[in-house]
């Protein structure tokens, strides 16, 4: 299997398959965020997000706020940094209102903590961001690179010209978000992304990558065999 240039962070909620993934010394980074961790069944965020980073301190963990208010934003952002020296708070672009959290990044970047930039589509949201982020504080930029595709749009370009924006901030990095399939990783790759946040599920395929493909076909020829054996289907 090829080793991927990009760092590859692991994206979800699910306790067992984090620390699985840690132990294996796969991933170089993990990222969550309200909605995964609803799905994952999670009623204590902070709980949660306390007991991963006990066990994992040596590798970046974004967690995100999730009020819509930038008084209380700012206090979860400042309470979140303190959970560890290798947490990144993540802040959403922007509000539910539309209103730019330009600000509120420029105040925390400035004040040291390092922010992950969430929900990120467009290159003026970019240019916005790379202004409001402190030149002397690491920070993640995320761009939503999958949704961009959803909508029809190669996000490939996209992410070359971002990446050349944050030239301006050399702590900060551009990740490209929303994975979908396995063959983005080269996508981000190639955009010059430096991290990719990938889904336990995606991470599973790296294992094909250098694979024949002709081995593959007779795989999933044995695969549809044996399922049709296993039915017991008959004509």
Same mark, same amino acid.
């Given at each position: 299997?090829?080793?991927?240039?990009?760092?590859?962070?692991?994206?979800?909620?699910?306790?067992?398959?984090i620390l699985?993934?840690?132990?294996?010394?796969?991933?170089?980074?993990?990222?969550?965020?309200?909605?995964?961790?609803?799905?994952?069944?999670?009623?204590?965020?902070?709980?949660?997000?306390?007991?991963?980073?006990?066990v994992i301190?040596?590798?970046?963990?974004?967690?995100?706020?999730?009020?819509?208010?930038?008084?209380?934003? #700012?206090?979860?952002?400042?309470?979140?940094? @303190?959970?560890? @020296?290798?947490?990144?708070?993540?802040?959403?672009?922007?509000?539910?209102? !539309?209103?730019?959290? =330009?600000?509120?990044? $420029? &105040?925390?970047?400035?004040?040291?903590?390092?922010?992950?930039?969430?929900?990120?589509?467009?290159?003026?949201?970019?240019?916005?961001? $790379? $202004? =409001?982020?402190?030149?002397?504080?690491?920070?993640?930029?995320?761009?939503?690179?999958? #949704?961009?595709? &959803?909508?029809?749009?190669?996000?490939?370009?996209?992410?070359?010209?971002?990446?050349?924006?944050?030239?301006?901030?050399?702590?900060?990095?551009?990740?490209?978000?929303?994975?979908? @399939?396995?063959?983005?990783?080269?996508?981000?790759?190639?955009?010059?992304?430096?991290?990719?946040?990938?889904?336990? &599920?995606?991470?599973?395929?790296?294992?094909?990558?250098?694979?024949?493909?002709? @081995?593959?076909?007779?795989?999933?020829? !044995?695969?549809?065999?044996?399922?049709? =054996?296993?039915?017991?289907? $008959?004509?």
């Amino acid at each position: 299997m090829r080793t991927p240039r990009i760092k590859i962070f692991a994206d979800g909620a699910d306790r067992t398959g984090i620390l699985k993934l840690y132990e294996a010394g796969h991933v170089h980074g993990f990222t969550t965020n309200p909605t995964l961790m609803r799905k994952a069944g999670i009623s204590d965020y902070e709980a949660f997000a306390r007991d991963i980073l006990s066990v994992i301190r040596d590798l970046p963990v974004s967690l995100e706020v999730f009020s819509d208010d930038f008084v209380e934003m #700012r206090r979860q952002a400042l309470k979140i940094a @303190e959970w560890g @020296e290798n947490v990144y708070v993540k802040i959403p672009v922007m509000t539910t209102c !539309k209103h730019s959290c =330009a600000g509120i990044i $420029q &105040d925390l970047s400035s004040e040291g903590v390092k922010v992950n930039v969430t929900a990120v589509l467009t290159i003026d949201q970019v240019c916005a961001v $790379q $202004q =409001a982020l402190d030149p002397n504080t690491p920070a993640i930029v995320s761009v939503f690179a999958g #949704r961009i595709a &959803d909508t029809g749009v190669d996000p490939i370009p996209v992410m070359v010209r971002a990446k050349e924006i944050l030239t301006a901030r050399p702590h900060a990095e551009l990740l490209w978000a929303s994975c979908r @399939e396995a063959l983005n990783i080269k996508h981000a790759e190639e955009a010059g992304s430096d991290i990719i946040t990938v889904t336990h &599920d995606i991470l599973k395929k790296m294992a094909l990558f250098g694979k024949d493909l002709t @081995e593959l076909s007779l795989d999933t020829v !044995k695969m549809f065999h044996d399922d049709a =054996a296993a039915a017991g289907f $008959q004509l």
